[in-house]
């Protein structure tokens, strides 16, 4: 069935640095991902979004490619802030469809330090 | 824009109880779902329900009943609160267009 691996569970960096989220997939559809944000008992909000193959999207400050020869969705940024501390999700839509249910990952809680 | 509210924002029971969390959406969406949240288990998809009166099983239904009451609401029962459980219960709904809405939370704790 489809699933989504997020293998790092916790990053912590300095403010300044870039940072990259790993996200991988597997699906028999074609693949719909997404980045959800979470910060601190806040609702989960959507931050990107992507089914095209090898186009870069960005919202924020934050960019992500989806590389379907490698199943692979990564969240990067060239310069953390303080404000980016949060949880964040990579998420699948079910059966490759925008109107799917979504599996989401793990999670990956990344803490910036001045 | 809308909202979701999610009532009670923190519910402690009993082991054994039934309780219930209720989510309302004013975005007018047909699709609204019931997650849950615990540390270092990403959300999982308990139910979802794709208009009023659907209801949707998801990874997680065991243990769980949930109600679409009308368009607007989704009502998700605890049938049989465990002892020690903890868990944040998140609800969201979608227009169809991909993007899911959540609301802030139910955090629950059973004593």
């Known amino acids: 069935g489809d699933s989504v691996t997020q293998t790092e569970g916790l990053v912590t960096l300095t403010k300044g640095l870039p940072v990259m989220l790993n996200c991988t997939y597997q699906?028999?559809?074609?693949?719909?991902l997404f980045w959800y944000v979470q910060h601190l008992n806040e609702a989960p909000k959507l931050l990107l979004k992507?089914?095209?193959?090898?186009k870069r999207t960005e919202h924020q400050g934050f960019y992500a490619t989806l590389h379907k020869s490698s199943s692979s969705f990564h969240l990067q940024k060239s310069s953390v802030q303080l404000s980016d501390s949060a949880l964040y999700f990579c998420a699948l839509s079910d059966g490759g469809s925008a109107l799917g249910r979504l599996h989401f990952g793990a999670g990956t809680q990344l803490i910036v330090i001045p | 824009g809308g909202i979701i509210t999610q009532t009670p924002k923190f519910l402690i029971g009993q082991e054994g109880q039934k309780l219930t969390l209720k989510c309302q959406q004013n975005?007018?969406?047909?699709?609204m779902y019931w997650y849950r949240q615990d540390s270092g288990k990403g959300l999982r998809l308990i139910y979802y329900?794709?208009?009023?009166?659907?209801?949707q099983k998801g990874d997680l239904s065991e243990g769980y009943d949930a109600s679409r009451e009308k368009k607007s609401s989704f009502s998700l029962t605890v049938t049989s609160a465990q002892k020690n459980e903890m868990a944040v219960f998140l609800c969201?709904?979608?227009?169809?267009?991909?993007?899911?809405?959540f609301g802030p939370g139910t955090r629950l704790t059973v004593l």
């Open positions: 329900s794709i208009t009023e009166n659907d209801l």
């Open positions: 699906t028999t559809y074609s693949p719909f």
């Open positions: 992507s089914s095209t193959d090898n």
């Open positions: 975005f007018n969406h047909d699709t």
């Open positions: 969201a709904s979608s227009n169809g267009e991909a993007e899911q809405f």
